[in-house]
């Protein structure tokens, strides 16, 4: 067994699970059927061990090769948070495996079930009529509800020492550092603005828990019947301000967050009073300062999408989706200063 050297693709990750499928099944394992998962830049498959046994489709998450452990490339910092959120009811797909030996992969690798499930979309062809409402208040209802158990994990006690706590003043300055290598100055200097508002009109009176990062549609997963499945992608999640979640998901589905292009394909929609007394309604704890969170979520991924279409348009990372999200970011920006003055009338 030894590490790759090259570019992973399909073939090559085929030859690199069946020593481990012989390892963890019996020697007459078989894989097949291995493919890249859709937005994962070439480091998640999709894979069937068949086995004495019978067969079953996993997932196999790498690490990037070379890059420094950090945050969203650091897959084995999820083990034991997924551990813990399993032990605490909230819908996740568990990790069956995990590594921090090279000789299988060449790099950390967890592996998980394989959920035949999917997301309400977050696009659509342009020009399409967003989705039924009846259908997005169903499965959004959920999607919300799934946070009321996650936000009320004690940290502290069923993660010990697993992330330093963030606070709002914090998060703005993370965020804010990737907006700076932005080649756009109005961008950077209206960012730099809402950043400054978010921490002079900092409510103060966060309610501090685990937060999944970046909870959206495509995040949360829903069988053939419309019942949610799990939420996945937990590579930014963390400990600190957990209104964060809901504000994203209502800055996500909320067309006046967003630019023209935006706004044409945007497939499912919210209103964020509807999202916020939906997590009430399950039981959630209030939280009155929503709109802050709304705008801390504008300028959060205002960043974000500056940063990428950099990296689109210098050719280190070409994305399409990058550069029809990049044109949002001043909307974003302006959309995050109204909801705190709203905040703040």
Do not use: K
């Not at 030894?2 to 394992?29: F, I, K, N, Q, V």
């Not at 499930?117 to 409402?133: K, V």
């Amino acid at each position: 067994m030894s590490p790759p050297a090259a570019a992973l693709d399909a073939p090559r990750m085929a030859g690199l699970l069946a020593p481990w499928a012989r390892e963890r099944h019996g020697a007459t394992a078989v894989v097949r059927d291995v493919a890249p998962m859709p937005g994962n830049a070439g480091l998640s498959f999709g894979f069937t061990v068949g086995h004495d046994g019978g067969a079953e489709r996993l997932v196999v998450r790498l690490a990037p090769p070379g890059v420094r452990r950090s945050g969203n490339t650091d897959v084995l910092r999820q083990v034991p948070l997924i551990g813990a959120l399993e032990r605490h009811g909230v819908a996740v797909a568990p990790v069956l495996w995990s590594t921090d030996d090279p000789a299988w992969f060449g790099t950390d690798a967890v592996v998980q079930p394989y959920l035949e499930a999917r997301p309400l979309p977050m696009h659509g062809p342009a020009g399409a009529a967003p989705l039924d409402p009846d259908v997005v208040a169903h499965h959004l209802r959920q999607a919300v509800a799934a946070l009321v158990p996650l936000h009320a994990v004690d940290a502290a006690a069923a993660l010990p020492g697993w992330d330093e706590p963030r606070t709002a003043a914090s998060e703005v300055a993370f965020w804010g550092r990737l907006l700076e290598r932005s080649p756009e100055p109005d961008w950077v200097g209206a960012g730099r603005r809402l950043g400054a508002a978010l921490v002079a009109h900092d409510p103060g009176r966060h309610r501090v828990g685990v937060f999944h990062g970046d909870f959206q549609t495509h995040n949360v997963l829903y069988d053939a019947s419309g019942a949610l499945a799990a939420v996945i992608d937990w590579e930014i999640a963390g400990v600190g301000p957990v209104g964060l979640d809901l504000g994203w998901l209502s800055m996500m589905t909320d067309p006046a967050c967003w630019h023209a292009e935006r706004r044409a394909v945007l497939a499912t929609e919210a209103d964020p009073a509807d999202l916020l007394r939906w997590y009430e309604d399950a039981g959630g704890a209030p939280l009155p300062d929503h709109d802050w969170y709304r705008a801390l979520a504008c300028f959060r991924y205002g960043a974000i999408a500056a940063f990428n279409l950099h990296l689109h348009r210098t050719g280190r990372r070409v994305d399409e989706v990058s550069a029809l999200m990049g044109g949002g970011v001043p909307v974003l920006f302006e959309r995050g200063r109204a909801l705190l003055d709203n905040a703040s009338a």
